[in-house]
């Protein structure tokens, strides 16, 4: 089953597919976040690309501004990546909210604390956003222990795909916006974005079970 037409972009199944699992799974790991800072944490429809040379022409974000990034991989059953790009304000806001204790930038990446926080929010969120992709495949779906970093979005983006185990040419991505919303229902900031690289082996098994 061709995922790609002849010039590389994703066919209509593929894209289908990845539209309704960016929809059902990162929204529950934007409620999992909300649920953290007791706050309504909404997402933008997702944005469905293949990935032919600069990703950041395709989505709408800044790559020279310096972000937290937490990254993480589907393994066995399903294979690819998942990259949280988060704004430090809204990361450090997080860390306060589960420590009560302030960090810049360099402590919030080296202080124990901070880093354990750190970890918890994104374990406690791709563990929601697995287990209900899970349910919705009917497969169980294991993802791996997160890595934390603080860089330029480009740089980051960039070593995710370099480490991927997908052809350049050959790559899928699933992009949304996670968005504050105020309790008139208002959105205020952007506090980041979710970049999901399934391979293609796994969008072909996406497609069969939704077939089904």
Same mark, same amino acid.
């Given at each position: 089953?061709?995922?790609?037409?002849?010039?590389?972009?994703?066919?209509?199944?593929?894209?289908?597919?990845? $539209?309704?699992?960016?929809?059902?799974?990162?929204?529950?790991?934007?409620?999992?976040?909300?649920?953290?800072?007791?706050?309504?944490?909404?997402?933008?429809?997702?944005n469905v690309i293949a990935v032919k040379s600069d990703i950041f022409a395709e989505i709408d974000y800044d790559?020279?501004?310096?972000?937290?990034?937490?990254?993480?991989?589907?393994?066995?059953?399903?294979?690819g990546s998942i990259l949280f790009l988060l704004s430090r304000e809204f990361v450090r806001n997080t860390v306060y909210k589960m420590t009560e204790e302030c960090f810049d930038d360099e402590e919030l990446m080296k202080n124990?604390?901070?880093?354990?926080?750190?970890?918890?929010?994104?374990?406690?969120?791709?563990?929601? $956003?697995?287990?209900?992709?899970?349910? $919705?495949?009917?497969?169980?779906? $294991?993802?791996?222990?997160?890595?934390?970093?603080?860089?330029?979005?480009?740089?980051?983006?960039?070593?995710?795909?370099?480490?991927?185990?997908? &052809?350049?040419? &050959?790559?899928?991505?699933?992009?949304? &916006?996670?968005?504050?919303?105020?309790?008139?229902?208002?959105?205020?900031?952007?506090?980041?974005?979710?970049?999901?690289?399934?391979?293609?082996?796994?969008?072909? &098994?996406?497609?069969?079970?939704?077939?089904?």
């Amino acid at each position: 089953m061709a995922v790609f037409d002849k010039n590389g972009d994703l066919k209509q199944d593929a894209r289908d597919v990845l $539209y309704e699992l960016g929809n059902v799974g990162v929204g529950t790991a934007a409620m999992a976040i909300g649920s953290i800072r007791e706050m309504e944490i909404r997402i933008d429809p997702p944005n469905v690309i293949a990935v032919k040379s600069d990703i950041f022409a395709e989505i709408d974000y800044d790559p020279e501004q310096v972000v937290v990034s937490v990254s993480t991989r589907m393994s066995d059953t399903l294979d690819g990546s998942i990259l949280f790009l988060l704004s430090r304000e809204f990361v450090r806001n997080t860390v306060y909210k589960m420590t009560e204790e302030c960090f810049d930038d360099e402590e919030l990446m080296k202080n124990e604390d901070s880093v354990s926080a750190l970890r918890e929010m994104i374990n406690y969120t791709t563990a929601g $956003y697995a287990k209900v992709i899970g349910s $919705y495949l009917e497969l169980p779906v $294991y993802i791996s222990s997160a890595s934390v970093g603080l860089s330029k979005a480009r740089n980051i983006v960039q070593d995710v795909i370099a480490n991927a185990s997908i &052809k350049a040419d &050959k790559m899928a991505c699933v992009n949304t &916006k996670f968005t504050i919303v105020d309790e008139d229902g208002n959105k205020t900031d952007e506090v980041g974005q979710v970049l999901i690289f399934p391979d293609a082996k796994s969008i072909e &098994k996406f497609i069969e079970i939704m077939r089904d």
